[in-house]
C-alpha cells in the first residue's frame, strides 16, 4: 500500500484571530499531502494532463476531531486504499511532537477522459500501469497488491 508523511508548520495566514485554523484550510492540507503521493509513482497533476485525464475530486469527509493552531507542526499521513475504479484516499493529520490525531478524512477522485468529458468505469491503464511499476507498491514477496 501507498503511504507518504507530509509535515507542515500550520501560517499565520490559514488562521483567524483566535489563532485557530479556519475549516476550510484542511482541504489545503490534504490537497498537500495528494501531490506528494501520487509523486511516488510518477502520476503528478501535470503527467495526469499529459496523459489526457482529469480526475476531480467527487468526495469528501473531514472529521475535525481537535483544532490546528498558528505554528503547530502537523504531519499530514496519507494512504490510498482504492484504485482500480477510482482513488479512494485516507488522511490522517496529527500533531508532529506527540502524535496526537488532530483530524481524519478522505477523498475520492474518478478519472475522466478530457476529450469524450466522460468518466471513466475503471482507471486507466496509464495509472494503473505507473502504480504497479512502484516498487512501494509491491508487497514483499515481488507481487503486486491487490
Known amino acids: 500500500m501507498l503511504n507518504t508523511k507530509t509535515e507542515i508548520t ?5 488562521v483567524d484571530s483566535m489563532k485557530v485554523v479556519w475549516h476550510g484550510c484542511y482541504v489545503k492540507y490534504f490537497e498537500i499531502a495528494r501531490c506528494q503521493l501520487l509523486e511516488i509513482f510518477d502520476y503528478s ?10 480526475w476531480p475530486v467527487v468526495d469528501m469527509r473531514i472529521k ?4 490546528l493552531h ?5 504531519v499530514v499521513e496519507t494512504q490510498l ?21 488532530l483530524t481524519k478524512g478522505y477523498t475520492i477522485q474518478v478519472a475522466v477522459d478530457m476529450e469524450t468529458q466522460e ?3 475503471e482507471s486507466p491503464l496509464v495509472f494503473t500501469t505507473k502504480l504497479f511499476k512502484t516498487e512501494a507498491f509491491k508487497t ?3 507481487k503486486t497488491e491487490t
Not at 498558528?70 to 502537523?74: G, L, T, Y
Not at 486504499?81 to 490525531?101: F, H, M, N, P, Q
Open 10 to 14: 500550520i501560517p499565520f495566514h490559514d
Open 45 to 54: 497533476y501535470q503527467k495526469m494532463f499529459e496523459s489526457g485525464y482529469a
Open 64 to 67: 475535525y476531531v481537535k483544532p
Open 70 to 74: 498558528f505554528d503547530q507542526k502537523i
Open 81 to 101: 486504499i482504492e484504485w482500480e475504479y477510482r482513488l479512494k484516499i485516507k488522511y490522517r493529520i496529527c500533531d508532529a511532537d506527540s502524535g496526537v490525531t
Open 119 to 121: 468518466m471513466c468505469l
Open 140 to 142: 514483499k514477496s515481488g
